[in-house]
Structures are given as structure tokens and as C-alpha cells.
């Protein structure tokens, strides 16, 4: 019997529907204009350089954003996205001490603040002083955070998360983390030097307000 011919890889695949292609060409030009600004600047991004590196036509940006503002502005949420789900995609670490969770905890959120990451946001938040569209547009940066924060203090700090204070001493971690890292770029200091001493006091202070785990 002479055995059927294998279907080819085509048509064993399924067709992606018009929705899914449309989100994957977003998300590559979203992921275009993140390496522009890294590369370029705020100031020498353009869409047109953001079609080329994402592989579209200017027409075809057109088609999903009608202009720099609206592309750049959508690159928040986009950094915020990508920034929780690898905050949250390793889940809780292993350690049986709650102690040592912590700070391992603590140390993943610090390497997000040393990726590009942090620096493309910085780039879009000078820029929005002089660019009142963008700075419409990426209104409520903020608010945004504290949801991803809310989704995940539950998970990842499971023996406070019934405490109020969790939040707030979370954002001060972030916003500590925020300043270190600026001086990083600005080439004040070297972040990963100060990093163990500035980690030691986040962590004194979120044990004096919560308590000590042990």
C-alpha cells in the first residue's frame, strides 16, 4: 500500500484570523519604536524609521496609529505589560525562607530597572514636557503601575497581603530603585555598586512597618 504524502507545513498550520495579525503588527511596531527610542532619542525617532525597523510600509503605520504621538504614547502601557509579565512569569521564588524571597523579589525588580526598560520610559517622560499630545496621551502612567502593583503584591508577598501598607512601601521601593538607576545614566554613580547598601535599607524599612518574616 503506498502510504498518503505527509500535508505540507502550510496547510497544516492554522491561518492566523485578521485580528491576530493585526495585534502581531502592532506589537512589532511597537517593539520598532521601543529600539528607536533606545537607539535614537525621542527627538530623531520618527515613524518612518520605526516602519523600516519593524519591516511596514509608512502606510501601513498609518493604518494602525495616526501619528508619532499616538505610537509613542501606546509604548507605556506596552513597557508596563511586558515589565509585569516578566515580574510575574518566574512566579514566587523557591526559597523556603520568606526572608530570602523577599529579597530575591527585590532583586528581580532591580534588573528591570537596570534593562532598557527603564531608560525608553525616561526618554518618553522628558519628551512629554515639550510635546503636550504626548503628554496627553500617556496621562495616568502612573495609575497604571499601581494596578500591575495591586496584581501582584498578592502573589509574590503572600504572608502581607492583607496589609494596607504593602502598596505604599512597594511604590517607595519603586521610586528608590527609579532614583538609583537615573543616576546610573546620568553617570553620577555606578547603580550595582550602591545597589546592596541602598537594598539592605528597603528591605530594614519594609520589615519595621510589616514586620520581620523570619
Not at 513597557?79 to 523557591?94: I, N, T
Request: some cysteine; overall charge positive; hydrophobic content about 40%.
Amino acid at each position: 500500500m503506498t502510504p498518503s504524502a505527509p500535508r505540507s507545513s502550510a496547510s497544516s498550520q492554522r491561518r492566523r484570523t485578521q485580528a491576530e495579525r493585526r495585534a502581531a503588527t502592532r506589537g512589532a511596531l511597537l517593539d520598532a519604536a521601543l529600539e528607536c527610542l533606545l537607539e535614537d532619542g525621542y527627538a530623531a525617532t520618527t515613524t518612518r524609521r520605526i516602519a523600516k525597523r519593524a519591516g511596514v510600509t509608512p502606510g501601513a503605520l498609518q493604518h494602525h496609529f495616526s501619528s508619532k504621538a499616538d505610537l509613542l504614547g501606546e509604548i507605556v502601557g506596552h513597557v508596563r505589560a511586558r515589565w509585569a509579565s516578566e515580574m510575574l512569569a518566574q512566579g514566587p521564588p523557591k526559597a523556603r525562607s520568606p526572608r530570602r524571597r523577599h529579597e530575591q523579589l527585590l532583586d528581580r525588580m532591580w534588573q528591570l530597572y537596570r534593562s532598557s526598560y527603564f531608560p525608553a520610559m525616561l526618554e518618553l517622560g522628558v519628551a512629554a514636557r515639550a510635546d503636550p499630545e504626548l503628554r496627553r496621551r500617556i496621562v495616568g502612567a502612573h495609575d497604571e503601575m499601581t494596578r500591575w502593583n495591586e496584581l501582584g503584591a498578592s502573589m509574590l508577598y503572600p504572608e502581607y497581603a492583607d496589609r494596607p501598607e504593602l502598596l505604599e512601601l512597594i511604590e517607595t521601593g519603586q521610586a528608590t530603585m527609579r532614583g538609583l538607576a537615573l543616576a546610573g545614566l546620568t553617570g553620577e554613580s555606578n547603580p550595582d555598586h550602591a545597589w546592596p547598601m541602598v537594598r539592605s535599607h528597603i528591605l530594614a524599612m519594609s520589615y519595621a512597618v510589616l514586620g520581620d518574616p523570619g
